[in-house]
């Protein structure tokens, strides 16, 4: 496949873009961009992810608008954002940098996703909840006082091995279930463009 990766952190772009390059798509394009509008032609897409952008963008309502621009006719996308009961979490936790720009901005309702989806015209084929572990992974992570992009510190690395444990538990998938339900770090949209 062709891939295409935009993000406002230029790191983020040249490190994504080197990964990329070590894979097997057709060809890598990285933008620098704010999204506001996509560095993307109208109706290129395929495929879309967007995992944990919607809650850092100014519009929500104007970026699923470009989302919906670059995607072609019967395109699927992967949308998600942090969910509500997780945000409540960090709002107790987090540092005050969490809560400004770059960073979070809003926390989205389940409806309010939905409906920001959905007024861009794309079609909602499931919404979910999933991610409990990330939930407590961010918690320990302002215990722990991690810096982002370094080595685990015993904390986390505890709890990735404890979780690992508990997966690999006759019980483990029903129990990560239910905590996904509890807790859940994210929420997620697969939709589609209509043809």
Known sequence: AKVIATDINPDCVQETVRRLHRTKAASVEGYVS??????????????????????????????????????????????AVPHPASESLQRELAPECYWQRPNHLRVFERDEFASVVSSAGLIIEQ?????????????????ANQELGTRDQPLLYSWRMTWESLLEC??????????????????????????
């Not at 409990?132 to 302002?142: A, D, G, P, R, S």
Request: aromatic share 12%.
């Open 34 to 79: 704010d999204s506001n509008p996509l560095p993307i032609a109208d109706a290129l897409c395929d495929r879309i992810v967007c995992m944990e952008v919607m809650e850092h963008v100014d519009d929500p309502h104007a970026f699923a608008n470009e989302l919906a621009r670059v995607a072609k006719p019967g395109a699927k996308l992967l949308l």
């Open 127 to 143: 919404q979910f909840e999933r991610s409990f572990f990330w939930t407590l992974y961010w918690t320990f992570f302002w215990a």
């Open 170 to 195: 006759p019980e483990g998938d029903r129990v990560r279930a239910a905590l996904d339900r509890s807790i859940p770090k994210s929420q997620i949209i697969l939709a589609r463009k209509p043809c």
